[in-house]
């Protein structure tokens, strides 16, 4: 049987995930997947975006806000092969 919903899939460095199970078990949410979906939620009813020029060095291979090393899905990091390389 298959869900109404779309199911999405993505991978996320530690350090973001253990700040992610911080705030799933400080705020007490019965899945973890409910506080990604919260967080997520929340920053997009706030309208929050990127400073200018971060989401380009993000993608180029810059660091990016959250400390994350990934470099999208087509990074070599995830098997992919990056663009431009």
């Known amino acids: 049987m298959s869900s109404p919903k779309p199911l999405l ?7 973001l995930l253990d700040r992610v199970n911080e705030f799933w078990h400080e705020h007490r949410f019965p899945a973890r997947a409910e506080a990604i979906r919260w967080l997520i939620q929340a920053a997009l009813d706030k309208k929050l975006a990127p400073k200018a020029g971060v989401l380009k060095a993000y993608i ?24 431009g390389r």
């Open 60 to 83: 180029e291979g810059g660091d990016n806000p959250a400390g994350s090393t990934a470099r999208g899905p087509g990074s070599k990091k995830y098997g992919g092969k990056e663009k």
């Open 9 to 15: 899939n993505f991978y996320i460095d530690k350090e």
